[in-house]
């Protein structure tokens, strides 16, 4: 009797699996297996209810799945020629630590031409708009939003060392200018600071020497 009901079933599941309509796939079983569902960005669609209730599966769709990564968290290069970018930033964000870093922090990154135009297309996006396309602090967040101007990089911030200039993209520099580090790796801070110190020496890799304040004047 048993075999003769298997038989049976058997045979129905396999017309319910037929049909008249050529291109139909008959009766698909667990259609995720191989018809995935699309998945929208920064959406938790939480539990499996068949799992778990419907009501905590609800709760959880109503959270953000992207998350901000845990302090500390570090991005890593399996580039060789990166490691130098794997270790952690050693200055806090003080004004001891800004004076620090002014001090002793330089780039590990040789400037040339070719670092500096990388510096100029990552300033033109993120900086210019405040800063000005030139370093002058007229950027049009401030000729038309009316923000006060920051100093310009041949004015007040020309002697402004290269370890501030990265310390200020990476913890941002009083209350205008917010931090850089979401948005720029340390590679790339380093080449917008590589393109900044190129305004402050007046469009030059290298600042031209001042002149001798003890050389005798002519009349």
């Not at 004015?155 to 209350?175: A, Q």
């Not at 469009?203 to 002519?218: F, S, V, Y």
Request: glycine share 10%; hydrophobic share 30%; aromatic share 10%.
């Amino acid at each position: 009797m048993r075999k003769r009901d298997a038989i049976i079933g058997t045979f129905a599941l396999g017309l319910a699996a037929c049909g008249s309509n050529p291109n139909s796939p008959g009766v698909e079983y667990m259609p995720d297996m191989y018809r995935s569902p699309a998945v929208e960005a920064y959406v938790d669609y939480g539990q499996d209810p068949y799992y778990f209730t419907e009501e905590k599966a609800a709760e959880q769709r109503e959270r953000m799945s992207a998350r901000k990564p845990v302090n500390g968290t570090i991005p890593f290069s399996m580039d060789a020629d990166k490691a130098q970018f794997n270790m952690p930033y050693p200055y806090p964000n003080t004004p001891e630590g800004y004076e620090a870093a002014g001090a002793q922090l330089t780039s590990p990154i040789a400037m040339t031409q070719a670092t500096v135009d990388q510096g100029k297309v990552i300033y033109d996006k993120f900086c210019q708009h405040c800063h000005g396309a030139t370093g002058q602090g007229d950027g049009p967040v401030v000729n038309n939003g009316g923000y006060p101007p920051p100093g310009a990089y041949n004015g007040p911030l020309k002697d402004l060392p290269e370890g501030k200039i990265f310390h200020s993209l990476t913890y941002g520099r009083n209350v205008a200018m917010g931090s850089h580090a979401s948005q720029l790796n340390k590679e790339e801070r380093w080449l917008v600071t590589h393109y900044v110190k190129y305004l402050q020496n007046g469009g030059k890799l290298q600042r031209e020497p001042m002149a001798d304040a003890g050389a005798a004047t002519t009349n």
